[in-house]
């Protein structure tokens, strides 16, 4: 739930550290001006960023709820707040406010159970708050598989984390796959939807998909034929936002608004949204 | 107090969807009132006979919805134009808005268009029913009774003064062409051009100051068919909803004034439309007056292919500084 | 209930203006308008007003907060203005039910404070409608335009206004205005109930249904045939939207001022083109999704979502002022069409 009294005015945020992750993603480490994390989150939750003149927009928080003492944003350029984020420096400031949406259901669902991530692209920082979640409570889950793909090597986000981090967990396997051959690749080769079926997964685990449309399209294609029923797979949705709270109208799609309602939506639930997303 | 009848254009519409002349047909389709008449594209010939509708209420000028119905049709589209709406067409066309060839315009003649708020504010809330005379209309009221109301009572604003009653463009004519009219419609410009900078200013300012940035005006346009409107694009830094000082909306009004002039026809919906009834109309015959002025009569719309004399240089053309002095008065 | 001569209203309104902003309906040269009371104006005897009170509560356009920005730093500048008592006069059964309407989307968790204080300071002094409209269909929600809701319900009879406090804060102005009512006027609000319900029966659109529609319809309407006749002539500007007493979308600017940054709330529509564009995609492409948005916001997915309670109050406006004269009414009468066989 919210905690901010007024729910659209916005604290400071001072941003410590600026990480690049590939040619268009930069990862943002934000605090508060006393040096704290701005606020407790869920895994998949998101907060609004802005830089005031510029604009505002909602943006997935891709630390773990688990990481006290900082809130992490990797962040792809593709509009004005991103391009302008994209130039500052640490020490810059920017307004936070949050945290909005459902999140996964870490706790209510996933518990217990064998992880599918399955992410494409930018599609993965969504997907890194969970898996770290996840790390952190190795306890409470199954086996975690993470499939990720993305253009070339260079477009993988949070590619060190990957290699010196999850790769070297115990019950963990990463498969890495870019698009087309690569000088200095010896991974995988080949588009996600494809490296999913080759991985011929069991069908007793909880998938969690997200990435481009076209991915998320072929992969639920491949995931439903080779037995995965579609409440066993969850996706995170992205529709313009202004308000972040569910009532400024900007992204409700039937009964339902994303911003407050999802961006995490199980397939059926999603299923049954008008087709306008 | 219209002379033709909606059955007398069934009838043609009829005869040249089954003769294959045309595959629809741009009309009016009747609503819940009177008055309340809807542009509407008919392919169904029961729909046509039960839903097409003409009538003192018909004053939405048809010609802009022409661009995106042309879009997609394989056949002919039958429009039935009013004069004041050729002029409309024609400027479409020299844009090359659509594809002529598309379009089959049947001319049909106008006796003016009645304006629904003229006939509240006379007979107030509660209307029943309309019905047209030969020089007005009579109106059934809830509270006031039955009502006769003159013509020249409840014209819409552009019909007052009807600057021609000659189709410009048409493949066919119902009934005679008229003719250009002499009118009174710079008539206003010249009040307000009569008045102290400071007046023009306040009448303005207060005319404005109503606007809702419901953008009604623009989109009816015949002559604002951007594909996308500066005004609505996010990344142009100019798509201002919120009015955060009373500079927006003149902005607005001023820039859309500039961006048709001279191509501008005086159709008149933008005043029609408008639902804080600001006389948007003004703005725009501001110009054509100052163009009719500075570089000869003219007309957009009544030839295809004319070049606005904004976009159009010659050895006559005013010398900016006179131009500046003459308006400076 | 409380009653005034009808000459002694003023004195009324005089007096109610003393201790808090007071808007009263005038006639302005487009329409009535609800105006702020000073000696002299004279009330409107217009059914509705042009706006509706919505603007009272949830501006057009709203300072939310100030920035001011120097190199990396920012400061935040709360500036909230919204604290002031008002009270409105005459406001209509449609447009106070569409009070209720809002305040199930801005009072709902998280709230929204603007909204929320506003509603905190005002009072709604309501006004039955001695004549309705043709244009009118709020029996069509289940209002009763003889017997509005408001902190203060009024009737005007023939030489008199009758008083009765609803709710607590009406109560409590109510009895600030002892000095200038006395007691009494039931007999007038009676006969002012009965003549309305007697028009109310003649209006041309009373047989209008919504029962069609509301909770958990998406499926039945959302891909009907309907839509693509009765957006055709939509042209995608938000005067529906505007003149609507329930329309709440908004969309949030900044714009940078020589003082600072200034973020303003202003109202938005879901007709206009740019709404749900984003640098992804548009997911509502043309007019026609644009244009079922707002009505199955309205007729199924507001009242999912609020115990089938519509978002609509038949109020008229959108049927006047629409410029292709498109509405709800033809649109809940074409798309029920198809069952009635």
Redesign the interface.
């Known amino acids: 739930m919210n905690n901010v009294k007024e729910p659209l005015i916005p604290s400071i945020g001072v941003i410590t550290d600026v990480r690049i992750d590939t040619p268009d993603v930069k990862t943002f480490r934000v605090v508060t001006p006393e040096g704290k994390k701005a606020f407790l989150h869920k895994p998949g939750q998101c907060a609004m960023l802005s830089i005031p003149g510029v604009g505002e927009a909602m943006f997935s928080i891709t630390s773990s709820p688990t990481n006290t003492e900082f809130m992490e944003f990797s962040i792809k350029k593709c509009g004005c707040v991103t391009e302008w984020l994209h130039q500052a420096e640490v020490g810059q400031q920017v307004t936070i406010r949050g945290p909005y949406g459902n999140g996964f259901p870490v706790e209510e669902k996933f518990k217990g159970k064998d992880l599918l991530f399955i992410a494409g692209g930018i599609g993965l920082a969504p997907l890194r708050s969970v898996i770290n979640y996840v790390r952190a409570n190795r306890a409470d889950y199954g086996k975690v598989d993470i499939v990720y793909g993305s253009r070339s090597k260079d477009d993988l986000v949070d590619y060190n984390e990957i290699i010196s981090e999850w790769m070297t967990d115990d019950g963990i396997n990463v498969h890495l796959t870019i698009d087309r051959e690569q000088e200095g690749w010896t991974g995988h080769v080949g588009f996600v939807p494809a490296y999913v079926k080759e991985l011929n997964f069991t069908t007793d685990k909880t998938a969690i998909l997200c990435g481009p449309p076209i991915m998320i399209k072929f992969t639920l294609q491949g995931l439903l034929e080779m037995g995965f029923e579609k409440t066993q797979i969850y996706t995170t949705m992205e529709l313009r936002m202004k308000c972040g709270i569910g009532k400024c109208g900007r992204c409700n799609i039937g009964d339902k608004y994303v911003c407050k309602d999802g961006p995490v939506f199980r397939m059926d639930e999603l299923e049954e949204l008008p087709d306008e997303y | 107090m219209q002379k033709i009848t909606r059955e007398i254009l069934i009838d043609k519409a009829a005869f040249l969807l089954s003769t294959g002349v045309v595959g629809s047909v741009f009309g009016w389709r009747a609503g819940e009132f009177d008055y309340d008449v809807t542009p509407a594209l008919f392919t169904d010939k029961t729909d046509l006979k039960n839903n097409f509708v003409f009538g003192d209420f018909c004053g939405a000028n048809v010609s802009k919805y022409l661009i995106k119905a042309t879009k997609n049709a394989e056949e002919k589209i039958l429009v039935f134009l009013k004069p004041c709406d050729t002029y409309s067409f024609n400027q479409l066309l020299t844009e090359h808005r659509f594809n002529r060839e598309k379009v089959y315009v049947v001319g049909i003649p106008c006796e003016g268009m009645a304006d629904v708020r003229k006939i509240k504010e006379k007979a107030g809330e509660g209307i029943l029913k309309i019905s047209s005379t030969e020089d007005g209309v009579i109106v059934d009221t809830l509270y006031n009774g039955t009502i006769s109301l003159k013509k020249e009572d409840i014209l819409l604003e552009r019909c007052k003064n009807c600057k021609s009653k000659k189709h410009v463009a048409y493949d066919e004519l119902i009934g005679e062409d008229g003719t250009v009219l002499e009118n009174d419609r710079f008539d206003e410009v010249a009040a307000l051009e009569a008045m102290s900078p400071e007046e023009r200013f306040n009448f303005w300012q207060n005319e404005l100051s109503r606007c809702i940035r419901c953008n009604a005006c623009r989109d009816v346009c015949p002559a604002c068919t951007c594909e996308k409107c500066v005004f609505d694009n996010p990344e142009s830094g100019v798509e201002n909803k919120a009015a955060y000082n009373s500079f927006e909306e003149k902005m607005f009004h001023i820039i859309r004034a500039f961006h048709v002039a001279g191509r501008c026809t005086d159709c008149g919906e933008c005043s029609r439309v408008c639902p804080q009834h600001i006389p948007l109309h003004l703005l725009n015959r501001k110009f054509i007056k100052d163009i009719n002025q500075f570089y000869g009569e003219y007309q957009a719309g009544e030839e295809v292919g004319s070049r606005a004399p904004l976009v159009n240089y010659t050895k006559e053309d005013i010398e900016p500084n006179d131009a500046v002095n003459k308006g400076d008065k | 209930m409380r009653k005034c001569k009808v000459e002694n209203i003023y004195t009324l309104l005089g007096e109610i203006s003393k201790n808090a902003k007071l808007y009263i309906p005038v006639d302005q ?3 009535a308008k609800f105006t702020e009371y000073a000696e002299g104006l004279t009330l409107s005897n ?2 509705k007003t ?1 706006r509706s009170i919505k603007d009272f509560f949830f501006p ?2 709203e ?3 100030d ?1 001011k ?1 120097s190199g ?3 400061e ?1 500048i ?1 500036n909230r203005s919204e604290m002031e008592d008002f009270v409105i006069f005459g406001a209509r059964a449609c447009d106070v039910r569409s009070m209720e309407i809002l305040d199930r ?2 009072l709902s ?6 909204y929320a204080n506003r509603r905190a300071h005002g009072i709604i002094i309501s006004m039955a409608c001695n ?4 244009t009118c269909f709020c029996s069509t929600f289940g209002i009763d335009a003889s017997k509005p809701a408001g902190d203060i319900v009024c009737y005007k009879g023939e030489n008199e206004y009758v008083f009765e406090g609803v709710t607590e804060k009406g109560k409590n102005l109510l009895e600030k205005l002892n000095a200038v009512t006395e007691n009494g006027g039931e007999d007038t609000a009676k006969i002012v109930q009965t003549e309305i319900k007697t ?1 109310l029966d ?4 009373k047989d209008v249904k919504a029962d069609k529609f509301g909770k958990d319809k ?1 499926d039945k309407f ?1 891909n009907a045939p309907e839509w693509k ?1 009765l957006s ?2 939509c ?5 529906c ?3 609507c007493p329930t329309c ?10 020589n003082s ?11 007709m ?9 995609g548009q ?2 492409p043309t007019q026609l ?1 644009r244009f079922r ?1 707002r009505f ?2 309205k007729l ?2 507001y009242p ?2 609020n115990d089938g309670i519509f978002g609509c109050v038949g109020c008229g406006r959108c ?3 629409c ?5 709800i ?2 649109v809940m ?1 074409k798309l029920g069409e198809g069952d009635n066989e």
């Not at chain 3, 042209?235 to 005067?239: A, D, I, K, R």
């Not at chain 3, 709440?248 to 001022?257: A, E, L, M, P, S």
């Open positions: 040269v487009n329409g217009a059914l042009e057009q356009t300072n939310l907060v920035f920005v990396k730093i920012i935040i709360d989307v801005f968790e998280p709230v929204d404070t603007y004549r309705p409209a043709e028009i003649k209006l041309p659109l998406t959302f006749t055709e002539a042209l995608g500007c938000g005067t939207t505007f003149v709440q979308c908004y969309d949030i600017k900044d714009f940078n001022t600072g940054v200034k973020r303003f709330r202003c109202w938005d529509s879901c206009y083109s740019d709404f749900t564009r984003m640098s992804a997911p509502r999704e948005q199955m916001h199924v997915y999912t979502n049927l006047s002022r410029p292709i004269s498109m509405n009414v033809k009468k």
